[in-house]
Nanobody, 122 residues
Framework: QVQLVESGGGLVQTGGSLRLSCTIL????????MGWYRQAPGKQRELVGS???????NYADSVKGRFTVTGDNAKKTLYLQMNNLKAEDTAVYYC????????????????WGQGTQVTVSS
């Protein structure tokens, strides 16, 4: 039905930068909220940062000042700019979207991207 396609992961050295992208493939009525989560081996999935429809952002304490979430409504794309990367940032990063679908369903639901690996060498 609805697909979130992620890209931009990879291997980077400590102190380097990466930008992740998440695009909503199908047509939707409204984007209520979008965000990035990550999951490291042996750890629970955690919120990295989010952006709501009013433009307000929310970040985990561990990434404040280093990561920035932005969105392009026309392109239905969410970005995560990651600067000054640290080894502790190594994880699989997942895009999350709270969407309202148009006809014929008219329902609101939460969707996940496929995940993209970010590895930061020490």
């Amino acid at each position: 039905q609805v697909q979130l396609v992620e890209s931009g992961g990879g291997l980077v050295q400590t102190g380097g930068s990466l930008r992740l992208s998440c695009t909503i493939l199908e047509n939707i009525l409204k984007i209520n909220n979008m965000g990035w989560y990550r999951q490291a081996p042996g750890k629970q999935r955690e919120l990295v940062g989010s952006l709501n429809s009013e433009g307000s952002t929310n970040y985990a304490d561990s990434v404040k000042g280093r990561f920035t979430v932005t969105g392009d409504n026309a392109k239905k794309t969410l970005y995560l700019q990651m600067n000054n990367l640290k080894a502790e940032d190594t994880a699989v990063y997942y895009c999350n979207a709270d969407l309202t679908l148009g006809p014929p369903h008219w329902n609101r639901n939460v969707y996940w991207g496929q995940g993209t690996q970010v590895t930061v060498s020490s």
